[in-house]
């Protein structure tokens, strides 16, 4: 193959921010990596020339240019060798075709490839010859959902097409002069390739043609504002309606944090003493500190001594009092009570008058133990004692607080455990994957043998220090907690590896890797109208109108709605004008009228061809065609492949060649010249050595709600509105949203109260769905 490419050290004739601009070999020295790739001298001394001998063309280059753009043409001039079919350039990652310019000598036609919504790769075909070795130039621009050709400086097609996505990730490959390392190989000279950020990049070929009217994406794009500005409104009604509730609400009530302890609240920042504490209530949060009491001089006469409700010492008054239920009183000599004791088990002790007998219950006369203090019965009076996990805050230990045995390091949790403090205790926590042995200590729990992982049923189960892990088994692939099916091969024409090796086909395909369409036609499954004739597709089949009949604008499946044309009153007849054309079912007859010596020639391309004459195309060698009493009968030339003579250009596949085979796409199979393939709803062919593609052909989808089935390559129509992948939209169909605003079709929007759900006014239907990428 031999690529030569040239392309200039400047614009001539229009300037263009360097930032807007990818000029394809801009400073490009050719080196180790480009083998095959050296520099030659050019169509002119003005720019450096490149001659491409290899088929190593890969050429990354800062695409970012072009990332998120829908807005770009694509400018080249060129020189292609007739017949050939090659890509002038393309970017592309794995089997996603972002960009991808080609030029077909054999179909003469010129195709752009783009990505669209949903990763599906739109082919815009536009019937063209560019192969037929004459210089042109040629620039391709898209402004959001219209795409022109211009040839030239002439604008020659301008389309509707979808709006392009160009979310480039960053390994993508770059070529320049062909599709891949093995297909799509350009035969021809290139100059001034580039792409250029703005739909009027034409203007460098031809600065005559500057514009500055609005481009079809400053519309596009001024919809899509509006239909942000709506969703905007909608969420912003939907806050200030919210808004509006709370603050009715808020206007007759005052809010304050409060606290509330042993069922008495307190206000913020009001302060009380609990016990031989000082509590405040801040924020809602009780905050206490221990009470510190002053040193106490009492006068002569009187003793520290505690008094109840209080936690300091008071000085209190020496009197011949006894302590009697810890309040203190003068007694009598009569007013000591009777004893039920022996008199040998009655005692007098220091601070009591009267007698009482031994195990006297002094606790129940009252005692100052509070909540965290137990009242213990001695021999001689009662005394508090703190319980287990309290401290004391005072001397008698009437009052006692919480000791936290984990912060203080006065625990027996062991390895594996998280210590948690309680009121007069602590507790033990298992760390997460964990399971207890006993109060203090936990060992590692499998998750495995229990059953209580997380892996998938295709998957084994590890277990780990504190967890497990999950690997999938051979012959599947994933994280371990899904796991899928691999095949060698992977499955082809949308079929699904379900277990290792083994596909389960989509509708209308079969074979190990789903590789093989089932061809409904020949294998009996389709029967169509009589004046329809059956043509298989990948995975499906059409009906279409035999010669002579045409579709009346049903579009039935069984092509029922194929009718007959008049080709007496169209204007189709090849008639000579001494003859008077007969309409017939499926043609036409051309007569001689009574009495007249009629001569029986035909018109074809607006000459007379004579009767009986037979011609070879101008357009198309290999066809031959004949003049038989005024018709015009063409057929392919019939290839005798034991003719050593045979013309190979008309019959490929009499070529016996090596060097005129092809390799499939994959790379495993290889084709004679001649023979036709189907490969991701492309149709190709191999014709000596050369390998060309173009979109499968499908009927017409006439209806508002379409989709492309899995595994399919052609538009259906379809009933639903929310399983329509393309909708052809009827502003005049609107959809009121949940807060009553007016959506165009076309339009989307999240549904209020939700984050993950989208909606999307279809012609006057709204369709919902969970987005679970973000759930």
């Not at 037929?132 to 402004?143: G, L, R, Y």
């Amino acid at each position: 193959v031999r690529l030569l490419i040239l392309f200039p050290s400047r614009l001539v004739g229009f300037g263009v921010d360097p930032s807007l601009r990818i000029n394809v070999f801009h400073d490009f020295v050719p080196g180790a990596e480009f083998e095959g790739v050296s520099q030659v001298q050019g169509f002119h001394d003005e720019s450096r020339a490149f001659l491409f001998q290899g088929n190593n063309n890969d050429m990354p280059r800062m695409l970012q240019k072009l990332r998120g753009r829908s807005e770009f043409t694509v400018a080249v001039t060129l020189r292609q060798e007739k017949l050939n079919s090659g890509a002038m350039l393309s970017i592309h990652h794995a089997e996603q075709r972002f960009l991808e310019l080609e030029s077909s000598g054999q179909k003469n036609e010129v195709r752009l490839h783009f990505q669209v919504k949903g990763q599906q790769t739109h082919t815009e075909v536009f019937p063209y010859t560019l192969a037929d070795n004459q210089w042109h130039k040629v620039a391709v621009a898209i402004s959001a959902s219209h795409a022109t050709l211009y040839v030239d400086c002439n604008r020659i097609y301008e389309r509707v097409v979808p709006v392009p996505l160009m979310d480039i990730p960053g390994d993508t490959s770059f070529w320049i002069g062909q599709r891949n390392g093995a297909h799509g190989l350009f035969k021809g000279v290139m100059q001034d390739v580039q792409i250029l950020v703005m739909p009027q990049g034409y203007i460098t070929q031809c600065p005559d043609l500057n514009r500055t009217c609005p481009t079809c994406n400053d519309f596009h794009g001024l919809v899509q504002k509006i239909m942000e500005l709506q969703d905007i409104l909608a969420k912003t009604s939907s806050k200030l309606s919210l808004a509006e509730e709370k603050m009715n609400g808020l206007d007759n009530c005052y809010c304050e944090r409060t606290c509330s302890v042993k069922g008495v609240t307190y206000r913020e920042d009001q302060s009380w003493t609990d016990g031989c504490k000082n509590c405040t209530c801040s924020n809602g949060t009780v905050q206490c500190e221990t009470l510190v009491c002053p040193p106490l001089e009492c006068p002569d006469g009187s003793i520290p001594a505690y008094v109840a409700g209080q936690c300091c010492k008071k000085c209190q008054p020496k009197c011949a009092v006894c302590p009697q239920g810890r309040t203190m009183h003068r007694v009598q000599s009569g007013d000591c009570p009777e004893l039920h004791c022996p008199e040998a088990q009655q005692v007098t002790i220091t601070d009591r008058c009267c007698k009482i007998c031994r195990g006297h219950d002094f606790c129940a006369e009252g005692h100052f133990c509070t909540e965290h203090s137990d009242c213990l019965n001695l021999d001689a009076g009662a005394s508090c004692s703190c319980k287990e996990g309290f401290r004391p805050l005072r001397q008698d230990n009437a009052y006692c607080e919480d000791i936290d045995e984990c912060a203080e390091g006065k625990h027996y949790c062991r390895e594996n455990t998280m210590c948690v403090n309680t009121p007069g205790s602590f507790m033990c926590i298992c760390h997460t994957g964990y399971i207890r042995i006993d109060d203090y200590s936990c060992t590692e729990h499998d998750e495995c043998v229990s059953g209580q992982h997380s892996c998938d049923e295709n998957a084994l189960c590890f277990n780990t220090v504190g967890g497990h892990s999950c690997s999938c088994k051979p012959g599947y692939m994933g994280n371990g907690t899904v796991c899928r099916a691999l095949c060698d091969s992977l499955c082809l024409n949308g079929g699904s590896c379900i277990s290792p090796n083994v596909c389960v086909c989509a509708q209308g395909f079969t074979g190990q890797r789903c590789e093989r369409d089932i061809d409904e036609c020949s294998e009996g499954f389709v029967e169509c109208d009589s004046h329809a004739t059956c043509v298989n597709l990948p995975g499906w089949y059409h009906c279409e109108c035999r010669d002579g009949y045409h579709d009346n604008g049903m579009l039935t499946v069984n092509g029922e709605s194929c009718e007959d044309i008049d080709e007496c009153k169209s204007g189709r007849s090849t008639c000579a004008n001494d003859t008077i054309c007969f309409n017939l079912d499926g043609g036409y007859d051309c007569r001689c009228p009574h009495g007249h010596n009629c001569t029986g020639d035909c018109i074809h391309d607006n000459k007379v061809k004579h009767n009986g004459q037979i011609w070879v195309l101008d357009n198309d060698r290999c066809s031959v065609c004949s003049c038989q009493m005024g018709q015009v009968m063409c057929r392919r030339m019939v290839c005798d492949c034991e003719n050593p003579t045979v013309d190979l250009f008309c019959c490929p596949e009499c070529d016996p060649r090596l060097s005129s085979q092809c390799l499939h796409q994959n790379g495993l199979l290889t084709y004679a010249s001649g023979d036709s393939w189907t490969e991701n709803c492309q149709q190709c062919q191999c014709l000596q050595g050369e390998v060309d593609c173009w979109p499968v052909s499908c009927p017409p989808a006439d209806c508002d709600f379409m989709l492309v089935p899995e595994g399919e390559c052609c538009t259906r129509c379809v009933s639903d509105p929310c399983q329509a992948q393309r909708v052809r939209n009827d502003i005049t169909k609107t959809c009121e949203d949940e807060h009553g605003i007016t959506r165009f079709s076309g339009s989307s929007w999240v549904k209020h109260g939700t984050e993950c759900t989208l909606c999307q006014c279809k012609n006057g239907h709204i369709c919902c769905s969970v987005d679970p990428m973000c759930l």
